[in-house]
């Protein structure tokens, strides 16, 4: 039912951006309460870097992103974004869409909903 495509990753120096966009098919809004990113580097469990919460209208951004990561969602809520600004080698990872998320859990049970998933590489 639901569909999380992602793009937009790739390979940048350290100080450079990424706009990442996640396309969104059949979800359920007014059952979930947050939509989101999150990213699993190598050798580490996947976690939470920023989420959208519906119900209360506010977001979620964890400590080593906040300042620099902005997520946002279109008008039709069709499309979600995840603007990376000031990129730091330590944001190499796999970046994952998620729907029906807990930012706050670590691994795959940290979401209902998966993208494929995009390799962001930064280097120093």
């Known amino acids: 039912q639901v569909q999380l495509v992602e793009s937009g990753g790739g390979s940048v120096q350290a100080g450079g951006s990424l706009r990442l966009s996640c396309a969104v098919s059949?979800?359920?809004?007014?059952?979930?309460?947050?939509v989101g990113w999150f990213r699993q580097a190598q050798g580490k469990e996947r976690e939470g870097v920023a989420a959208?919460?519906?119900?209360?209208?506010?977001?979620y951004y964890a400590d080593d992103v906040k300042g620099r990561f902005t997520i946002s969602q279109d008008n039709p809520k069709n499309t979600l974004y995840l603007q990376m600004n000031n990129l730091l080698p330590e944001d190499t990872a796999m970046y994952y869409c998620a729907a029906d998320c807990n930012p706050t859990s670590r691994g795959v049970l940290g979401a209902a909903y998966w993208g494929q998933g995009v390799e962001v590489t930064v280097s120093s």
């Open positions: 059949g979800y359920t809004y007014d059952s979930s309460y947050c």
């Open positions: 959208i919460y519906y119900i209360t209208h506010n977001t």
